[in-house]
């Protein structure tokens, strides 16, 4: 599938989760990965690492894969340190 | 300090809104919408043509990287059509629909079909605002595309099998087929030809059956 567009979308997602939060910046992003998503992991993982470093929060992010039974790809968390710590 | 933050955020939820909204457009107009996949040249605008002759108030909406070859197509044979080119998209999503609704009279219409991008990957799965998925598979495509292309077999409420007129021609493994699709799916599986309208009609007469059971 086209993993490119669903990279794009999970980093917008972190980005403006971040923002909300009053992050400084996101340390791990959890994203859980359904198998029958139609989506592929090492895909992904390819184009967060190209992404991630077009834009400020996520330079340094770390993204975290758990396997999941039917078809959603959706993230369950982000960690990271607040503004001002 | 590292905090978390808990989130439930889905990354197929913005196309998935808008298919919600759309859903509800064809709802209030008890407009019944089907999603017709497959790979290049397996027979899709072909089907929709036959499909004309037998549902009434049909309206087509196309979708192709370029051209509006089946658009026309279409048009000569009296069935209103709208095409939408992706220029570079695999697939139609909602926000593409949802533009095109902008441009369409809906109208006294009964039957809106939706002729995805010839792709048997990417459309699987994208929600559109539609009440079914059909997907074609031609016998000139050999016998294997279902184990080859899960998912969109999988994510569809019939399988129609067309240009089974030239199964002999091609060699066409039938048995082979249906072992290969049953492991994937168990839904109906319709033969169909354009040379003969019983085919055509059986198929029809799913998808009428489909509707009545929508409400819509």
Known sequence: MHEYAITKELLRIAREKAKENNLSFVKKIFLELGVLSGYEEDSIRYYFDELKMGGDYLRSAELIVNESVGNEIKITSITGEKNGD | ?216
């Open chain 2, 1 to 216: 300090m590292e905090i978390e933050i808990k989130l439930d955020s889905s990354l197929t939820a913005r196309n998935d809104e808008i298919a919600k909204e759309i859903s509800k457009i064809f709802d209030e107009r008890n407009i019944f919408c089907i999603n017709v996949m497959g790979g290049p040249g397996c027979g899709k605008t072909t089907f929709i043509e036959e499909l004309s002759q037998f549902l009434p108030n049909l309206f087509v909406i196309q979708g192709d990287l370029k051209s509006d070859i089946d658009t026309k197509r279409l048009e000569e044979k009296g069935v209103k059509s709208f095409q939408i080119n992706t220029h570079s998209g695999c697939h139609l999503n909602a926000h593409m629909i949802e533009e095109a609704l902008k441009n369409i009279n809906l109208e006294g219409v009964d039957y809106l079909l939706i002729e995805n991008v010839g792709n048997l990957v990417c459309p699987a799965g994208v929600m559109l605002g539609q009440h079914m998925n059909l997907v074609l598979n031609s016998v000139t495509e050999g016998n294997d595309k279902p184990e080859k292309y899960p998912l969109i077999f999988k994510d569809s409420n019939a399988v129609i099998l067309s240009k089974y007129d030239l199964k002999e021609a091609v060699e066409f493994n039938e048995e082979e087929y249906l072992e290969r699709l049953n492991k994937v799916t168990k839904k109906p599986l319709f033969k169909i030809s354009k040379k003969d309208k019983d085919s055509i009609k059986q198929a029809v007469d799913f998808i009428i059956h489909e509707k009545d059971n929508s409400g819509k």
